[in-house]
């Protein structure tokens, strides 16, 4: 069977889930290119060594420029900090390459349309990673919409919920670093909301809105009697208003105590409603107007039917749960049939620029206290 | 046992409200004066009369000004629409009446400040029907709060979402149009959730987001062939911020399909979090960090234990549920007992001065477009 | 108005229940006779006055065989504990009043039938209190069985589960001995179980299962330093047969920690099932083999919507629940409409006898460690 | 590093979830051995050979007796129909390998403890695979009783609900015929409900209840046109008794229109309770009597906070949800690790046999319609 070789820049979090999805994704789905593990790259030696041992690469390397030009490599996946996307697959597309890239595409605008003129440019298939997309829950919700059976869409209400930097105590790391991490909650998780409040709804048109740092200073790592300043967003609030109409909240935070991973949303439309809760990602609420009267009520579906439901064939019987680390599995998947039929897959940078662009106009109207279009 | 004689100034869904609440009362508190249901005063002659004999009172009337300056009344009760509040509570005041009045306090802050000018130079105990407050479980939301077991409050975030407005087809009823409503789900709806905001996290400082009107034209009840303008919001959605610096959203809708009267809050703070839903009113939940870790979640309490939660030792064994109407008997026990000790009781005329204030905030934001302090 | 007079022969728990229902029945429904709260009947003369003043009768009375025979008594209604149900039922009986009496209907089969005959003889109405089949959710519950929407039924999973007794330190109170109530968590609360697989499901055939007492001694109320021994069942647990052939299991414990009041059950049938737990008794869940296969779940039905649940057009608007109490409220209404129409209501003492012989069969199946005919 | 090479005897389902937890233990665990996914067995070749291919196995055979008694294997995996699991498992015994055996163990309880006389005799490692186990919330909940949290235990309410036999036109497939399944719901989903109940709370004592086939009669697979006789048990309803004095009731359905892969159990102790849904499985709902009292309610935990809670550091972050599939993982691991250090894992053989004997018992009850010891 055909191959296709892969080589992943980066071995953190996503490095792991990414790995993951390239070594189930063929045990359970039949793409017509299997992925090769071929080549892990990071910068220390032995760290890279480890993780490819353990995720399952076949080789390793430290300088990722030779990587991307290597002829024998397919596709290029970046799961980098976000600042050193724009560089890494720039030359990728220079290369040739599919590049597939975590989110967010880059830590600016700027950055992140430069990618998109690269990618259009090469011609090359390019993919951004918004898992979330991919959870079959998420999937149905938006095969109801397309097929209508929402009617009119009023409402997004999206809430991306953790509590993990409540406790004051929690030191000063790279994630409350704006030097490092670009963006607090806004750009790690409100962005995640806003790529599902896209592809679910449609384009945002304008967002007005707040950040706050409720904890201004921490204790430093390195040193605990000394504080540091905390220089990105806490939470992040937000309303938005979408090209079709709709109106919406967007919210998230790191200091919502009891939510650990509440990326929660709900959609009313004119016939229907559907909510989703990613702490219960195998679930879907969906209310229908055109239920008899009596029986009207938000139906509880767990989304795990193969018959029925996407993705779910290639796993277990009905009633049979799946985890977080499968919906890479399934972005993988498609981004594997995309390239065997030539198609640009979505989300991809495009969607990636227009996350941005939203990320960008929430900073702005936090600032400048207004209302900003996108 | 000593009575208060009671005139209810207006009769229809919240005169049944607080007829019920004068009627029972008594039958499970033991306040130090029981209300005498004795005089209800409407426009029309049989009107009011039939309604007097269903929801029990003893006499009937058609001019509030005569029954308000009557010898024996002891308490004026105003149920009337919004426009009217000013002109009976002043003159209740001014006839050194209890006055006690339905939200919103009136249509304008202007209004509503002379209401509290009016009371405060009578020096009448005054209270604005607030009901939502008198839930057990917002109740004990309350008094966690006070205890400090949430610590210092980071986010509330509040919805009342309803749905009978989504059909386009419903017509253009008395509260789509601002002359009869002066507001629509803002000024209906919202306002509880800012209530229940101002009651368990603290001041308004500033606010800003959108109001919407979905359906902008409607079928004219009296001629559903012709179609006349919807004038108020559908929905609004909004950020505000806490004097003491915790971050909030409030948003309401008459257009989320399937949340039949959802007034929902959370309230995250530093060591625990609070959430409930109207619908579900007899459950709290309730997150705390000081739990063993291995043990943390959400404690779904039914808030139903005479032992340990408000109001409850009134009512039914453990387990044994009330409802809606509850809540208006027990603010006006509470108001009984105010009366009884002479103590201003809350929420007052100044609450409703205050809540007045953040809904014009808001509507200002709607239409500037920016952030508007309170 | 028509007047119907009632004499109310307790005054407890469930005399406060039922006193409420005879002073709501009329302001929230417009049966064609209104209830009279006549005559309060009790032991003791000082209880019986306070009763009376706070529940709101207009005379009382100590002797209930002189109350039972007052010729300007319509109705005698029966909250005394069940030892004495059956000499006052027969006695009403004869006297030609319409009998009301709460469950069980007496402690024995015998009586119960005794009971049965006298008011067959009579002719006169009868009825048993099971409020629980009052409760719209499960009024509805009902409906969907009977429009056929659930198809044939396979399966009863019934539990009314409460925890007060759980602590080997409660002491022995009357309801944990024999003599006093008859039987424990059996006839207390499987009782209401029982009732409601006869209502929803049919009539059961043969039962089999067990009784415990997990705290056989406990300390005595008048001097807690000496301990007595538990009489009664903590718990019971039975597999039962329906004769339309269902299979059920119905189980009762005042031994569940964390269950107050947990009166739950679930039916399936070939077409659908419904599930209801009295503590969200506004709730009903339904799940139907006919819709779209994407979307099968269980509806979460809040049952309070006026035009199309039972009950609710006499309430509140949609979304604003009602409590325990309202259940009695229905259940007296649906008596004064019985009486109008001179229609036997149901449950009556038919199905008193009914559920005693269900109760008598477990309690054998317990002993013998066999299956049971009912 | 060490490796023990595994031969996996079937590859149906279980095969499936098997294979992929020998593939990804390594990846997220580091057990002392790895697995090495050496020979799969089947009994067509075309089939096998495919199966090993897309489920990662280096080889294939044919004939499970070379293969069982091959040098180069450690571990021998039965995966195949109950009927076949003795003689395979006592070759694999007395060729001294590790033997891990599908559930249930055996078709009969003579079968069971031939099996476990054979690997006592060889001395070899063996575990029966009990999957549900090692559900983190499953293990905690373990955990919790094992350090008094629940203090004495009162209750196990089991039920495993699913649905796909509801409908009379399902077919007579093999599960639904006697010789091929040995037995129906009870066998095949009751027994997973049992082995909770005896990990959690103890060995059952005795038992009665009932089996039966709703549907008696079935289109044939091979001609829908005929119809052939249901000769397994379309549900089963149990009350036991466990050794410790606590009470149970243990349920299992495949008519229980609605419920997918609902394996619930609820237990109630004396200081607390615990209950758990295999399809929420990453959540264990905990009450504790030692909470404060206005705060006392089920605690809705996640069971996925690597800090605190069983297996879930080797995961992904709080909040981030594992499937099904992973409990096999597991599984695995915990195996892997005892035989690294010599010790023989729970649930072995022994606990195998003690199954089959409350399963045989419950066979014994529902044929002679009495309570039958284990």
Redesign the interface.
């Known amino acids: 069977m055909a191959h296709l070789n892969v080589a992943l820049i980066g071995y953190a ?1 996503m490095g792991r ?1 990414h ?2 999805a390239y ?2 994704v063929g ?1 359970f789905f039949s793409p017509k290119y299997l992925p090769r593990m071929k080549v892990l790259c990071g910068r220390t030696p032995a760290g890279v060594t480890t993780a490819a041992e ?3 690469w076949e080789e390793t390397a430290t300088d990722w420029r030779e990587v991307v030009r290597r002829k024998d490599i397919d596709i290029v996946d970046i799961v980098t900090p976000g600042d050193s996307h724009a560089e890494i697959a720039i030359e990728a597309a220079k290369a040739g390459k599919v590049v597939f890239c975590e989110k967010p595409l880059a830590n600016s605008v700027k950055d992140a349309e430069k990618m998109l003129a690269a990618v259009k440019k090469a011609g090359v298939i390019h993919m951004i990673c918004h898992n979330y997309r991919r959870a079959p829950a998420v999937m ?1 919700a938006r ?2 919409i397309e097929q209508g059976k ?1 009617g ?1 869409l ?2 997004y ?1 999206g ?1 991306y ?4 930097a ?3 105590n929690v030191p000063l790391v790279w994630r409350l670093r704006k030097e490092a991490a670009g963006s607090g909650a806004l750009g790690d998780i409100a962005s995640h909301s806003m790529d599902l409040a896209r592809f679910l709804v449609g384009e945002i048109s304008e967002v ?3 950040l ?1 740092t ?1 904890v201004k200073e921490r204790p430093l790592p390195e040193n605990p009697k000394k504080k540091g300043k905390v220089t990105v967003d806490d ?1 992040s ?3 938005v ?1 979408f090209a079709n ?1 709709a ?3 967007i ?1 998230a ?1 790191r ?8 990326n929660r949303f ?1 959609i ?6 559907v909510a989703f809760n ?6 879907l609420d ?4 055109g ?1 008899d ?10 989304v ?2 193969g ?3 996407p993705y779910f064939s290639h796993w ?11 919906t890479f599995i399934h972005t993988v998947y498609d981004l594997l049939e995309s390239i065997a039929t030539n198609k640009l897959p979505t989300p991809n940078f495009e969607d990636g620029v227009r996350n941005q662009k939203v990320l960008d106009a929430m900073e702005k109207a936090a600032v400048t ?3 900003v279009k996108v």
Request: net charge positive.
């Open positions: 979090f889930a790995s993951n070594r189930q045990r353990q995720l399952g149905l095969q109801l929402l009119r009023y409402h209400r809430t919920l953790q509590d993990w409540a406790d004051p007005t809105g707040a706050e409720f939470a609030a937000s309303v208003r109409g109106l919406g909240t919210e935070s200091f919502a105590t009891g939510r650990k991973n509440y709900e009313n439309g004119s016939k229907g409603s990613l702490e219960r990602m195998n679930e969906v209310y229908l107007t239920d009267r009596a029986v009207q009520g938000f139906h509880n579906v767990m795990t039917d018959g029925s439901h277990w019987p009905d009633g049979h749960i799946i985890g977080y680390e499968h206290r207004r209302w």
